[in-house]
């Protein structure tokens, strides 16, 4: 049967008559009351539709009442004036007694939710409305997104790794689930960012709140030489407002454990002088550390928190570290000596045992208008490194290293109106009395350090310019008591027993300029320094140190930058003393007192292209830097040792620095290949025995990759690596380095194979070859992941190369992990 | 002579391509917050709806560049942020949120019936305009899913190489949804292609305390003009982009054609 059609216009207005655009015009059935076709008006707010006979229209748009027309007729165009509406929205509405709805607080009764199969809190949550738990780590997603905090009992102590309490704590426990939503867990914050993040409370049964949860993961492997074992347990317990975490590690696969206890990177931390006494092991810098670090290594872990009330909280850190690493190598070291060079080869043997405590106090208050972090951390670490060298020189060495830190950081950020003003303050005090015997000799030093950076920061912008400032003071009090047994007094003054303080206070402005095409940036750095060695009166002065940049955008695609500044170098404290300093076999150090500083001029440009149709990316900076140093460093032979000092005369240096990173796409298998080169040249002055030596190093550093994937996740990656170093006096040293990655996706499984090639000169034209290959293949489930690795293949148990540097170049042969079978399982309860 | 100056400014105006500030475009009615998923990796985004002109955008690339370009105390926080993406890799909520369109801003305007996309993808500032696209749907009336408390029918729709199956709700009768996607009588609430390539899902829809339509550009970059078509060619090689600037899983792009 056809049905008549007609097409029906018209216009759809507001009530002054003015056209609405957007607004959805559907037509309905008569009978049925279905949608059978619809349309939307347009700019001018028109629509013309097919229409049958037994139909009707509604008009409907977001912010309008929603209107029927009916008795459509063709003859004339439809006018349509819209009322308006306030935009309401539909409330979710919540049935049953399982959900409690609290303003932005949901929760969920576990009970009512949880099946008898459910084990986990992890699998009662999967069952819950909204949310979403991954079994594999334990993620929670709720409305689709991952949780941005996980609170139990309102602490987030796992930070995290809440994954582990998710898919380990038993349901039955479990009282209810709350959901928060936007939740900002900084408040201070809530006005300048814009957050939708949503978090959840773990509410425990009154009586379930002394619970030990529990977890594992292990692994056993064999090398050549002994068996090989990791393994990692993991407890917790939760009681409401205090809760309590433990962790346990250890291996012997050549991970270094108490690494992780200490966080990467902190935008807040004070630099401290390095050890005086410094003995030099065999290191194998240019492989991964897996490869190269004989160990065996405890961590265990203890981590308390605890609530006050609603804003405030106290969280206690212990971490104990036990490590014990060894190291052999031969390495042969040639002085460049105006009178003749001179050559020491030395078989090194060496063994570090480290003892670790640290502890850490954290307090945090968030509230609306103020935020307050202090963070007190104690680390005390007591090292014994025994370090036995035969050859040229044989000796004993045995040195002992404890080192004492307490570490005060504090954090505010509070709100005035719309602005928001930080405060920082990190204070440390720092002490080593440590010592190193060789042989007869004996030196014992004891250092002790206070350091103190405190400064506020604050902005306001006006139009296309803003202008920041950060102002403070930074101070520090080294001090110092050395003593030196056995060595001839002839050389020099034995004992010492001085300090050197300084203190600073800066501005620091800043100034930025945004226009069109050009930003500019002004940092007028302007201190007042006071410096004083406790031997001599002391100086003042106040320094300024500008620097200035400019951004040219030129196309979209073209970005130039140029960029010059002028800075004074800060003293190094540690080099004020008098006496000699036994540094290790080899070197004793002299201080050198004066307050004449290091000063350094630097222009930079760049060039950033960016032509992405042609998948060509290309960044060039380019540096030139002049600095005049009033001192130049001296080298005197005397016996068996080296003294190293500085004497109070000018040298110049100037480098030239180089750096491009360049890559294209590649139509061949979905290909892409990288380019990056180095390019660096000094030139540097040396007294050695009396004689002024200039000297000239250059370094070029060039890589190419070629990253191909054929196929899905299948993955083909080379890399070739080509480094050249010379230097006035010695031999130019290449080295070259190739690299091979595949990888293999066969589901469940995957295999991963990788080989390295080094090809390093040795002496001049005479090269050594290194093969490194692994197998690993790793298969996944739902409870348990399988990984069988086999680490170096060929069982290529020395590494060699060649450093130089500052008139001396070495040559290492030392010993690297040798062929490794290992077996390690993940399995979830 | 001043024809010369006329043509040179014509000139510069035409290779330096957009480069317009930060500025409102009207008030919203109504903003709706999507989430997306792409294998692994999740992203969330902001549907800002006015009168006469909508936009679409990455929330997490909203709040890091407006936190980045505020001011220096602020711009700590977000370099903070950044720095622990890196250092806990197995939290999973830290970690940098990403989506094969996160770095694309989307601007319709209805009374010319234009759409823009700027894309600031691995430092390279591309912007293009097309005429706001259409779906032809293919609406089943019968499936009925209830999505934050809102009855949504299903439709379907190939759409640029994609087989795309969206929710959406007569309730709020807007004729769009996330991305490019839109033309029905009523907003998309959830939308999926070609089964699991991309996800997006409504989770909260808010129409009171909303910041006005507004084109962004908080770094004041400028962008290069091209057209769909150039836009696309390089977008279908995302390996192509170099290593240091990835932040994308290498999978093509959202439209294929």
């Known amino acids: ?829 | 002579m001043k024809r010369t100056n006329m043509l040179l400014f014509t000139l510069t105006a035409w290779v330096c391509g957009f480069a317009q500030e930060t500025h409102v475009i009207e008030p919203a009615i109504l903003e709706v917050r999507y989430d997306s998923w792409q294998e692994e990796h999740d992203d969330s985004y902001i549907l800002r709806i006015g009168k006469t002109a909508n936009q679409f955008f990455s929330y997490y690339r909203y709040r890091t560049d407006s936190l980045m370009f505020t001011s220096e105390e602020t711009s700590k926080i977000a370099l903070q942020e950044f720095i622990d993406t890196n250092d806990r890799s197995e939290d999973r909520s830290k970690r940098l949120k990403v989506s094969t369109i996160g770095r694309e801003w989307l601007y319709q305007d209805l009374t010319t019936d234009k759409l823009t996309l700027y894309s600031d993808y691995a430092s390279a500032y591309n912007t293009y305009e097309e005429d706001i696209p259409r779906q032809e749907w293919e609406i089943s009336t019968d499936s009925v899913m209830t999505i934050l408390g809102m009855e949504c029918h299903k439709a379907t729709t190939m759409f640029r190489g994609r087989l795309w199956e969206v929710w959406f709700t007569e309730e709020l009768p807007i004729s769009l949804g996330p991305w490019k996607l839109g033309g029905l009588p009523g907003l998309i609430l959830k939308a999926t292609a070609d089964k699991d390539f991309i996800k997006f899902t409504a989770i909260s829809i808010k129409s009171e305390h909303l910041n006005p339509v507004t084109y962004y550009n908080w770094g004041n970059e400028k962008y290069y003009q091209m057209d769909r078509a150039k836009f696309l060619r390089y977008k279908n090689r995302p390996r192509t982009i170099p290593y240091a600037d990835k932040v994308l899983p290498a999978k093509p792009y959202i439209e294929l054609e």
Not at chain 1, 130 to 143: A, C, D, H, L, R
Not at chain 1, 248 to 267: A, H, M, P, R, V
Not at chain 1, 759 to 781: P, V, W
């Open chain 1, 1 to 829: 049967m056809a049905v008549a059609q007609m097409r029906i216009t018209g216009t759809v207005t507001d009530k002054n008559g003015d056209p609405l655009t957007g607004a959805i015009i559907q037509v309905r059935s008569n009978s049925t009351n279905k949608m059978i076709r619809f349309g939307k008006t347009d700019a001018k707010g028109v629509f013309s539709l097919e229409v049958a006979a037994d139909s009707y229209l509604e008009v409907s748009m977001l912010g309008f009442k929603k209107q029927r027309i009916n008795n459509l007729s063709e003859n004339k165009p439809l006018r349509i004036v819209m009322q308006e509406e306030a935009v309401a929205l539909k409330e979710v509405t919540v049935k049953a007694s399982k959900v409690r709805e609290r303003g932005d607080t949901i929760t969920y009764n576990v009970s009512t939710f949880a099946d008898q199969n459910d084990r986990s809190i992890g699998d009662v949550l999967a069952r819950i409305p909204g949310f979403e738990v991954n079994k594999q780590n334990g993620q929670i997603k709720y409305e689709g997104k991952p949780i941005s905090k996980f609170y139990i009992e309102g602490l987030d102590m796992l930070g995290g790794k809440y994954g582990v309490t998710t898919n380990s704590l038993p349901q039955v426990d479990v009282g209810s689930v709350q959901v928060m939503r936007n939740h900002q867990p900084i408040r201070v914050l809530e006005d300048f960012t814009y957050t939708d993040e949503a978090a959840v409370n773990i509410r425990m049964k009154e009586g379930a709140k002394s619970h030990w949860v529990t977890s594992f993961n292990g692994g056993a492997g064999i090398s050549r030489h002994t068996g090989l074992w990791k393994f990692e347990g993991f407890g917790l317990r939760i009681k409401s407002n205090l809760q309590t975490m433990l962790t346990y590690k250890i291996n012997n696969t050549g991970q270094d454990i108490s690494k992780e206890t200490t966080s990467l990177f902190s935008l807040d931390d004070l630099e401290s002088s390095s050890d005086y006494i410094q003995l030099s092991p065999p290191t194998t810098p240019n492989l991964a550390e897996s490869r190269t670090l004989f160990n065996r290594s405890h961590a265990a872990t203890l981590n308390t928190l605890k609530r006050f009330n609603e804003s405030s909280q106290m969280n206690v850190q212990m971490i104990y570290n036990n490590h014990r690493q060894t190291a052999e190598g031969e390495r042969q070291t040639i002085y460049y000596l105006p009178d003749g060079n001179r050559i020491i080869d030395n078989r090194k043997d060496y063994l570090q045992k480290d003892n670790e405590l640290y502890s850490l106090v954290k307090y945090e208050k968030n509230s609306a208008s103020q935020y307050l972090k202090n963070s007190l951390s104690g680390d005390f670490s007591w090292s014994h490194q025994w370090l036995n060298e035969f050859g040229t020189n044989s000796h004993h060495q045995f040195v002992r290293k404890p080192e004492y830190d307490i570490k005060d950081n504090l954090y505010i950020i509070r709100k005035y109106g719309n602005r928001l003003i930080s405060f920082y303050s990190n204070n440390c005090i720092v002490s080593r009395p440590q010592s190193l015997s060789i042989d007869s000799l004996y030196q014992h030093i004891s250092q002790q350090q206070y350091s103190t950076n405190t400064y506020a920061m604050a902005g306001t912008k006006l139009g296309k310019f803003s202008l920041s400032l950060k102002a403070g003071v930074n101070a520090a009090l080294h001090r110092l008591e050395s003593d030196a047994i056995g060595l001839p007094d002839t050389i020099g003054q034995m004992a010492d027993n001085s300090s050197f303080s300084f203190a600073r206070i800066y501005v620091e402005p800043r100034l930025t300029y945004k226009g069109h095409s050009i930003h500019l940036e002004l940092t007028p750095t302007t201190e007042y320094l006071y410096e004083k060695y406790s031997k001599d009166d002391g100086h003042h002065q106040m320094l300024f140190a500008p620097d200035l940049s400019i951004r040219w955008y030129t196309t979209p695609r073209l970005r130039l930058s140029l960029g010059g500044s002028s800075s004074v170098e800060s003293l190094d404290a540690s080099r004020f003393y008098q006496s000699l300093i036994l540094q290790n076999f080899q070197y004793i150090n002299r201080g050198y007192a004066g307050y004449l500083h290091n000063h350094t001029q630097a222009i930079r440009g760049g060039i950033t292209y960016n032509d992405a149709l042609k998948a060509l990316h290309t960044i060039l900076s380019v540096s030139r830097t002049f600095s005049t140093s009033p001192y130049t460093p001296t080298r005197q032979f005397v016996g068996d040792y080296i003294i190293r000092s500085a004497v109070e005369q000018k040298s110049k240096s100037r480098s030239w620095q180089a750096n491009l990173i360049t890559s294209k796409g590649l139509n061949l298998w979905n290909g892409v290949v990288n380019l990056r080169a180095l390019y660096m040249n000094s030139d540097a002055m040396m007294m050695q025995n009396g004689v002024m030596t200039d000297y000239n190093s250059q370094i070029i550093n060039a890589r190419m990759g070629l990253d191909f994937s054929f196929w899905k996740d299948m993955h083909l990656r080379y890399g070739i690596t080509f480094s050249h170093k010379s230097m006035d006096y010695s031999q130019a040293i290449d080295n070259w380095k190739q690299d091979l990655s595949i990888i293999i996706p066969i589901n469940p499984f995957t295999i991963d194979l990788r080989g390295e090639y080094y090809r390093n000169e040795i002496t001049s034209g005479n090269y050594k070859d290194f093969f490194l290959a692994d197998i690993k293949a790793s298969y996944k489930s739902k409870r348990l992941d399988l990984t069988l690795s086999l680490n170096n293949l060929l069982n290529r148990d020395t590494y060699s190369y060649v450093i130089t540097s500052d008139l001396t170049s070495s040559t290492s042969t030392n010993r690297i992990r040798g062929r490794e079978l290992l077996l390690t399982a993940y399995y979830m309860l």
